[in-house]
């Protein structure tokens, strides 16, 4: 499997209908530190999405208990369901991927992501594979 190098950004890819693609955020508070216990529903809870090429930000399409888990230490993933089309739709433009969230709790952090609309790690270690046997 490729390693990431220097300077680069974590790549996501649209989920096919039966899978689940998570997108890590954390949320800290006004003095940098992490905040746990944040439910999908926590009071001021605020996911805005932007696209590559985008000149705003978005609303989260639809966000629900489906869409959020707490990993701990103030780790969460946003999760796009690829039975839902509206939210596997947002990983369907290959570029930069901007997340901004934010609660009452927590302080506003932006996220940025590199959406590649292939399996670009899969085919790569597919390559490397044959070419290995070869």
Do not use: C
């Not at 989920?15 to 530190?33: K, N, S």
């Not at 999405?49 to 990993?71: L, R, V």
């Amino acid at each position: 499997m490729s390693n990431a190098q220097s300077g680069e950004l974590f790549s996501l890819r649209a989920p096919a209908a039966t899978e689940t693609t998570r997108i890590p955020v954390v949320l800290l508070d006004a003095a940098g530190d992490p905040v746990t216990g944040e439910a999908w529903n926590a009071a001021g809870m605020s996911i805005t999405i932007a696209k590559q090429g985008a000149s705003t930000f978005t609303a989260f399409p639809s966000f629900a208990t489906t869409n959020w888990d707490e990993i701990g230490y103030g780790n969460y993933d946003i999760l796009l369901v690829g039975a839902q089309a509206d939210e596997a739709a947002l990983l369907d433009t290959e570029g930069h991927l901007r997340v901004y969230v934010k609660t009452t709790a927590t302080r506003g952090d932006t996220f940025l992501f590199k959406v590649n609309t292939q399996d670009v790690l899969r085919q790569t270690e597919m390559e490397m594979r044959v070419a290995a046997a070869q």
